[in-house]
């Protein structure tokens, strides 16, 4: 079982891919996301929504994104879908279009719907009718504009800080494996140099630019040359992607 608490000196990609392991080999997307809750029921998560969809040529509006569809799994209290609070935070107050405008990759409901202002007392209030007083996401975005989603719900608002850097990396890994699903990543993914594969391998190890740089007997700046050539190369958004792109290819 997975500890509550993600010691520090562990390492995140390490914990993550703990929980997202079992995920990463189901055969149907359906069967990853319950895998992954399974998973992550474990350290407090309560509720759980995946979408595989493509993103919408209109005006991103609550609408818009509600219609553009692909639901996988949705793991919540039984009335809560359709109910008068659901459809609150889905079509009167959805905050969380803003991490999609901006190619968010890792996010929190409250990084966009802050708990301490008052205009969202309302969106709390439905979301706590669900038992979600605050919710992980992870986003992933692929070709042809295939984005997968995870909302990963918790009832304690307060998680530990590691913790929940481990849950989002594992939720990018499972989104990873349901863009696998869509064929969203491609048909054929350039490869990576050795260089660029062990940058990015010591970069999902933890370890800094410097320390990669000192290990490799390299310069920062090329470091950072070969990390960001293999985000590229990888269609990854940002480096937190490329890693979870690369630990779904199990090339980690």
């Not at 706590?128 to 990963?152: F, K, M, N, P």
């Amino acid at each position: 079982m997975i500890a509550r608490h993600v010691p520090p000196e562990e390492n995140i990609v390490g914990q993550a891919l703990l929980l997202a392991e079992d995920a990463l080999t189901a055969a149907t997307p359906e069967e990853a996301s319950t895998r992954f809750f399974q998973a992550a029921s474990r350290i407090g998560a309560t509720y759980l929504q995946t979408r595989l969809y493509r993103r919408p040529l209109a005006r991103l509006t609550s609408q818009v994104h509600w219609q553009a569809g692909g639901f996988i799994t949705r793991i919540s209290p039984e009335k809560w879908p359709g109910s008068a609070a659901f459809n609150y935070i889905c079509f009167d107050c959805n905050p969380l279009l803003g991490a999609i405008r901006e190619n968010r990759t890792r996010y929190r409901f409250s990084d966009f719907a802050p708990h301490a202002a008052r205009n969202f007392k309302v969106y709390w209030d439905a979301l706590g009718e669900a038992g979600i007083a605050d919710a992980l996401c992870a986003t992933s975005y692929g070709s042809r504009g295939v984005i997968t989603s995870l909302h990963l719900g918790f009832g304690e608002r307060d998680l530990d800080p590691d913790l929940a850097r481990a849950a989002q990396m594992a939720g990018l890994m499972l989104t990873e494996r349901l863009m696998e699903f869509s064929g969203g990543l491609g048909d054929d993914l350039p490869g990576l140099s050795d260089r660029e594969r062990d940058c990015l391998a010591f970069m999902a190890d933890g370890r800094r630019d410097k320390d990669i740089a000192d290990l490799l007997g390299i310069t920062e700046t090329t470091v950072r040359f070969h990390i960001d050539n293999a985000r590229r190369k990888l269609g990854a958004k940002n480096r937190a992607q490329a890693v979870a792109r690369l630990a779904n290819l199990r090339l980690i």
